[in-house]
């Protein structure tokens, strides 16, 4: 099945696959692949990156056998999102919009996978244009 995902420097030596890092219930962490059904969706999902001064991602069509086999090597899991996804739990919500913190480190090497850090740094400081900007995105769904 094609599906699109959210992919960096997509064809260079630095390309990279987006992913959500969430808690587990033990406290450990894992990281998703997300497997957009469609590409509106995706590209939905990177201008919201970009919105919040992200890496601007690639909607990239790939096959998911693909995308999982990838991820079984890496430890990651997938997530499908289906065209019209709707949540069904508070965690579920960021895969219809991403959160809020991102990563400060985004290079990544397979000697060292776990180089990034969580950006807390600093608190957000509000924009009104930016939430107007996220409204408007969100609108559309």
């Known amino acids: 099945m094609r599906v699109f995902v959210l992919l960096f420097n997509p064809g260079t030596d630095n390309e990279g696959i ?10 450990s962490e894992r990281n998703i692949v997300m497997m957009f059904e469609a590409e509106d969706d995706a590209t939905r999902y990177a201008m919201l990156l970009e919105a919040q001064d992200f890496h601007i991602p690639a909607a990239e069509a790939i096959d998911s056998e ?3 086999a ?14 019209g996804f709707v949540p069904q739990s508070p965690e579920e ?12 480190d985004t290079e990544w090497s397979p000697e060292n996978p776990t180089v990034e850090t969580s ?8 924009n009104p244009e930016l939430d107007e900007m996220r409204r408007r995105l969100e609108g559309l769904l």
């Open 66 to 68: 693909e995308v999982e």
């Open 18 to 27: 987006h992913t959500i890092r969430l808690a587990s219930g033990d406290g």
């Open 119 to 126: 950006d807390t740094s600093e608190p957000e400081i509000p």
């Open 70 to 83: 990838f991820c079984r090597n890496c430890g990651y899991e997938t997530k499908l999102i289906p065209e």
């Open 93 to 104: 919500r960021v895969f219809l919009a991403p959160p809020e913190t991102n990563m400060k």
